[in-house]
């Protein structure tokens, strides 16, 4: 017996839910197919994108270009091909290109925008290009560059790297960016190069590049210092500020300079490091009777500049120059009757008499309060300020120089006050020591809205992985000591040092090193936290000399003391030996410098040998 539906029937259904069924397959894979990532660049360790250089790319905008390449390739083993003309192709680019800066632009700014087949990174400059593809590494791969080379370099892993949509936009809070040097000083958006902020022939002591010594003292000495009676044979000595010549020379070897390069944004014309200045009878009028010693050549300064300003602007009226306050000139004249020709812009120098233990913006802090007054009188002036920094100090000693807990202040401080830009001394030889002064620095001077408690704690995930807290807790217990410690400082490791690295501390610093080596399980990580125990091995050693130093001018006991400064005198004397010969071990910890034959750490083992000598003349041969 037939049962069930009728066949006519049964094949119009079957038929109806035949094509339901290829229509909803179709519409799902349609959907599915919308739903996968169009912005691949690598799948599974396979290439699936091209990076596209403009036809005659500059050389930065290559190097932008290999840093995308080589961040990927780290990251993923997959090569990225460079084009230099646009393809035919189903694959994505990432492209590169300059776009000429609109009206009011910095030419530093840079934008990354991605498209469903592509990703574009533009800039107002080749300079700006190249920090468009850091930031693009920085947000797709999680790269960052928080030191100098490739251990302090972070590319993460990836089998498979998508894309996010991306819409940045970025200009610099800051003209002038010059912390560090190299690739990494470019790496995280700093322009101390001649593509980007140029100050020529250098930041500071530039006089003699401007008017060489050796060049002209045989013809003409007057040019030059007189000292005691005779104009000076010495390359450090001053310029004779008095001599309109000497303006005139200035200024035309100047003019020189622009006619050469062009692009130089600001002349700097300082003085030599030495304190030889000029005792002609013409020179000394220059100078204000009775003013205090950081003011004492300020007004020949002063007068000297103006001089050499407007006889540049016969030549050269687009000229801007850079003048410094520094030492014996570093507050403007008391004379208010001399104004600031408007050609002139200064850098004022954060040195040896303010404090670098507390913010510049620290009202309780007496040597910066002082310090905030040279800054608001050179801008009544008229004039545009830039700073000298010391986030790296020669005195310091090469020990750890805690000061973020500043740096994270003064930098948005110094933007509100008007201020155009940050230089600070930097030494790569010695970066874990000084680590991470650098790093937050030249971020907060592209952005001083930046999170530095983010940052930081990224920074510590990223470097020490299961380490991170007790590093966190190394690297704060140093800056909370130095901004607690009771003391107004510039520097100067070997009178400051052991208020900062005190016994308690450095047991305190010591558990949590020894906390971060157990926890850690990474071959990479250990190689750091190695660099970081043989900056603290630094710091025990300096810190037994400075004790032991102490400890003899205090005994009592004649020969007890003699005892001490015998063992200080070795104790100092074996660790310079051993930081100059060894520098597979002290090599990006403590630098060559510290041990020079005239500086630092052998000029203070000097300074002690000769306090041994005459109190205790049967220690020393």
């Given amino acids: 017996m037939q049962t069930g539906l009728p066949f006519n029937f049964s094949n119009r259904l079957i038929l109806s839910l035949t094509v339901v069924c290829v229509y909803s397959f179709y519409c799902l894979q349609l959907f599915a197919g919308q739903d996968q990532p169009k912005r691949v660049l690598i799948e599974q360790g396979k290439s699936r994108a091209k990076i596209q250089l403009s036809h005659a790319p500059s050389a930065l905008e290559s190097k932008a270009a290999a840093e995308i390449q080589r961040c990927v390739r780290e990251s993923t083993g997959a090569t990225l091909p460079i084009i230099s003309a646009p393809e035919t192709t189903q694959e994505y680019i990432i492209k590169l290109d300059v776009q000429d800066a609109r009206s009011g632009e910095s030419s530093e700014q840079f934008s990354v925008f991605t498209t469903e087949f592509s990703t574009e990174i533009s800039g107002g400059s080749p300079l700006a290009v190249f920090y468009g593809a850091c930031a693009f590494l920085e947000e797709v791969l999680g790269v960052r560059w928080y030191l100098p080379g490739t251990l302090g370099e972070i590319i993460p892993k990836h089998d498979t790297i998508v894309v996010p949509h991306i819409e940045r936009h970025e200009s610099p809070d800051f003209p002038m960016r010059w912390v560090g040097n190299g690739t990494w000083m470019l790496r ?38 007189l000292i005691n009676g005779n104009r000076s044979r010495n390359p450090g000595c001053k310029l004779c500020y008095s001599n309109p010549n000497t303006v005139r020379e200035v200024a035309k070897n100047l003019g020189k300079m622009l006619d050469q390069h062009p692009e130089i944004d600001l002349l700097s014309l300082s003085p030599t490091d030495r304190q030889m200045w000029c005792e002609c009878k013409e020179c000394r009028a220059m100078d204000e009777q009775d003013a205090p010693n950081d003011q004492s050549k300020s007004r020949r300064s002063l007068l000297f500049y103006n001089a050499v300003a407007a006889e540049l602007r016969k030549t050269h009226p687009d000229a801007q120059l850079l003048l410094g306050a520094y030492d014996v000139y570093n507050w403007p004249p008391r004379d208010t009757s001399i104004k600031i020709d408007p050609m002139l812009s200064v850098i004022i120098c954060h040195y040896e008499d303010y404090c670098m233990a507390h913010s510049v913006a620290d009202t309780t802090c007496p040597k910066n309060r002082q310090y905030q007054k040279i800054i608001k009188s050179w801008q009544n002036l008229g004039c545009q300020v830039y700073f000298y920094e010391y986030y790296w100090k020669t005195n310091w000693l090469d020990l750890p120089w805690p000061i973020v807990h500043s740096v994270s202040v003064d930098i948005p401080w110094y933007k509100k006050n008007g201020c155009q830009g940050v230089y600070t001394q930097y030494n790569e030889d010695c970066i874990w020591s000084q680590f991470p002064v650098h790093y937050v620095a030249a971020r907060l001077l592209w952005d001083v809205d930046m999170d530095v408690n983010e940052t930081l704690e990224r920074m510590y995930a990223d ?53 971060a080596v157990q926890k850690n399980d990474d071959s990479r990580v250990a190689q ?6 043989i900056s603290l091995e630094y710091v025990e050693r300096l810190m037994s000399y400075l004790k032991l130093k102490q400890m003899a001018l205090n005994a009592q006991n004649g020969e007890t003391a003699l005892k001490i400064a015998k063992q200080a005198l070795d104790c100092g004397e074996a660790l310079r030996e051993e930081i100059r010969s060894n520098r597979e071990k002290w090599g990006g910890v403590v630098s060559k410098d510290v041990v020079g034959r005239q500086l630092y750490l052998s000029k203070e083992l000097a300074k002690w040998r000769n306090t041994v000598r005459k109190r205790w003349p049967a220690i020393v041969d």
């Fill in 463 to 515: 470097l020490f992985g299961k380490a991170a807290t007790d590093m966190k807790a190394y690297y704060s217990l140093m800056e909370k000591q130095m901004a607690t410690c009771g003391k107004h400082f510039p520097g100067r490791g070997a009178t400051f040092g052991p208020h900062i690295f005190t016994d308690e501390v450095r047991k305190a610093l010591r558990m949590n090193l020894n906390g």
């Fill in 528 to 533: 750091r936290l190695h660099k970081v125990q």
């Fill in 188 to 225: 995280n958006r700093q322009n101390h190069c001649k593509e980007g902020f140029w100050i020529y022939p250098g930041i500071y002591h530039t006089q003699n590049a401007v008017l060489p010594h050796d060049v002209y003292f045989s013809k003409n000495p007057e040019y030059f210092a």
